[in-house]
């Protein structure tokens, strides 16, 4: 009578399918599906500019203003061997290792506002001012969930997750509550897709060692107030290939002789 093995993945994360509905349902549903088909149309036929490439990592964008404002949508592309897509979007979404990864964070600036369910949390995000531009502040909502595979899959696709953080109003935090801080408005999407590396094995058998996770990482941020344009897309040109760079070896790192996450 041999004890069941330990599942150390076990309870870490949200099982699909996740139900439970809630004032955002509606809004998360019609904002994930357009989400994912738009990532899942990659660079296509689209007058991308590329402007960032590492390696495998490759950096679009498009440049575009608003009201004067710069809003360029950005697409990244990235592949990364020993890891899983599951693993990818947990670290993203988990607040409670977001101190660890992301730079662009004030001190103590980020709160959960709110958990709507297991899979969606509500964010204040306050990031660190950058000169000569007014602090900025994000409120939005941010939801995981794994996504069905389609038939423009590769083959080798194992499965695909997503984690989409989109912007939201809260009427305890209005938006420039202070004269200070500006609200910005943004859309973000991670999908990552499980590619395995060797497919006579059975899923049971896989190890880091064979298993890849494909990478399509697509923002918008309104800058929701004044902002220089030259400046903003210079510090974007910086620091989108330094979060995807230093993001992605933290989930090396933090994954590194753990059981895979599928
Ligand atoms: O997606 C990323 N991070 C997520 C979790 O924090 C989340 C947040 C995205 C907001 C990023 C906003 C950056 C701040 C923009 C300030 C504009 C001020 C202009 C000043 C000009 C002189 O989705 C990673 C985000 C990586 C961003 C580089």
Redesign the pocket.
């Known amino acids: 009578n041999r004890a069941a093995p330990v599942d150390e993945n076990e309870n870490k994360t949200v099982k699909p399918p996740c139900k439970l509905e809630h004032h955002l349902s509606a809004e998360i549903e019609r904002v994930v599906t357009e989400q994912v088909q738009y990532a899942r149309m990659g660079i296509g036929k689209d007058s991308w500019q590329l402007f960032s490439e590492e390696g495998e990592m490759k950096m679009y964008r498009r440049e575009e203003e608003v009201n004067g404002l710069v809003i360029d949508p950005l697409k990244a592309c990235h592949y990364v061997k020993g890891f899983s897509a599951h693993e990818m979007c947990y670290y993203f979404f988990q607040p409670e290792y ?1 101190y660890e990864w ?1 730079i ?2 004030d001190t103590n600036g980020m709160t959960v506002i709110e958990k709507l369910s297991e899979d969606t949390l509500i964010f204040h ?1 306050m ?1 660190k001012r ?4 007014a602090q ?1 502040d ?1 409120v ?1 909502w941010s939801h995981m969930r794994e996504v069905p595979l389609d038939k423009s899959d590769d083959k080798n696709v194992l499965n695909c997750w997503v984690v989409v ?1 989109n912007s939201t109003d809260i009427d305890s935090l209005p938006a420039n509550g202070n004269g200070k801080v500006v609200r ?1 408005y ?1 859309t ?1 999407c991670l999908m990552c897709q499980t590619v395995v590396l060797d497919p006579k094995k059975d899923k049971s058998q896989l190890t880091r060692a064979d298993i890849a996770c494909k990478i399509t990482y697509c ?1 918008v ?1 309104n ?1 929701g107030g004044w ?2 344009s030259a ?2 897309r210079m ?2 040109k910086r ?2 290939p330094r ?1 995807l760079r230093k993001f992605t070896a933290y989930v090396t790192s933090k994954t590194k002789g753990k059981s895979i996450m599928f």
């Open positions: 977001r992301e662009t964070l995000q990031h950058m000169w000569p531009a900025r994000a939005f953080n910005i943004m973000v923002s941020v800058p902002a220089p400046a903003l510090i974007y620091e989108y979060f």
